[in-house]
C-alpha cells in the first residue's frame, strides 16, 4: 500500500539530546512537509520541501533542521536548541507544488524527560 | 501571509442534531480551501477540499463545506451528525502561489449516542 511511514511512533529523550524522526513516502510525492501538532494550537508547520535538495523553513523552524537527499525521504532533527520539544510531530506529502491536498503519516510522539 | 481561524474548539452534540463549524481564512489573492479530519487512534486525512468552480463542496461521509469568497469562509456542515462523527476537524487554507498549508487550531467535536 502506498503511503507516509513515520518512525519512531513513540520516542523519549533526555534533555540535550539530539533527535532525528524519519519520514518515507512511497507516493511518489514531490513535496513534503513537517507540521507539530499540540493541543488547542492546531498544526505548525517547521519546515518544506518542495524538491529534492531544497527545503524551506515554516513558521516555527527554530531548533529543528531537516535534510532532503532523496525524493521519497525527509528526516526531521529535533535539536537540543528547541526549547519545548515535546509534542506531536506529523509528516506530510502532496503530489507537487501546487497541488494542495496533503497525505499524512501516523505521527511520531516525542517526550522529553 | 495566510492564516486561519475556527471560531469553535470544542462542539457536543447529540446524534441527529445537525453541524456547523466555522473556519475563517486570510490570504491575499486566490486560496485553496481544507477540511481534514483526525479520528480518534486514526492519522489525519482529506473531508473535502475546494479549488474552483461550484463553492458547495461535497465530502466523504455526507460532509459538506461552502466556500463565501466575500466573507473569507469556509464551513463545514452536516444535517445530520452520527455518534462515528466524534473527530477532531481542521481547517486549512493554502494560497495557490504559497507552497504549503496553514491550519486552524482545530475543532474538537463530540457526539453523544
Known amino acids: 500500500d502506498g503511503g507516509i511511514t513515520q518512525s519512531p511512533k513513540y520516542l523519549f529523550r533526555k534533555e540535550g539530546q539530539n533527535v532525528t524522526l524519519s519520514c518515507e513516502q512511497n507516493?511518489?510525492?514531490?513535496?513534503m512537509y513537517w507540521y507539530r501538532q499540540d493541543p488547542g494550537q492546531g498544526l505548525r508547520l517547521i519546515y518544506y520541501?518542495?524538491?529534492?535538495?531544497?527545503?524551506q523553513k515554516g513558521d516555527i523552524a527554530e531548533g529543528y533542521s531537516v535534510s532532503r537527499e532523496k525524493k521519497e525521504s525527509f528526516p526531521l532533527t529535533v535539536t537540543s536548541a528547541q526549547k519545548n520539544p515535546t509534542a506531536f510531530y506529523l509528516c506530510?506529502?502532496?503530489?507537487?507544488?501546487?497541488?494542495?491536498?496533503?497525505?499524512f503519516g501516523e505521527g511520531s510522539r516525542l517526550t522529553v524527560l | 501571509a495566510q492564516s486561519v481561524s475556527q471560531h469553535n474548539h470544542h462542539v457536543i452534540l447529540s446524534e441527529a442534531a445537525s453541524l456547523e463549524l466555522g473556519c475563517n481564512y486570510s490570504?491575499?489573492?486566490?486560496?485553496?480551501l481544507f477540511w481534514y479530519v483526525q479520528y480518534p487512534g486514526q492519522h489525519l486525512q482529506l473531508l473535502l477540499k475546494?479549488?474552483?468552480?461550484?463553492?458547495l463542496v461535497k465530502g466523504i461521509k455526507g460532509f459538506e463545506a461552502e466556500f463565501i469568497k466575500s466573507k473569507f469562509s469556509f464551513n463545514l456542515r452536516k444535517p445530520s451528525v452520527q455518534w462515528s462523527d466524534t473527530a477532531e476537524y481542521f481547517c486549512?487554507?493554502?494560497?495557490?502561489?504559497?507552497?504549503?498549508?496553514?491550519f486552524g487550531d482545530g475543532t474538537t467535536l463530540t457526539v453523544k449516542p
Open positions: 486549512a487554507v493554502r494560497g495557490t502561489n504559497a507552497g504549503k498549508s496553514t
Open positions: 506530510a506529502s502532496s503530489q507537487g507544488r501546487n497541488t494542495g491536498e496533503l497525505f
Open positions: 520541501s518542495q524538491i529534492v535538495n531544497d527545503f
Open positions: 507516493l511518489n510525492h514531490d513535496a
Open positions: 475546494y479549488f474552483s468552480g461550484d463553492p
Open positions: 490570504y491575499g489573492g486566490t486560496v485553496n
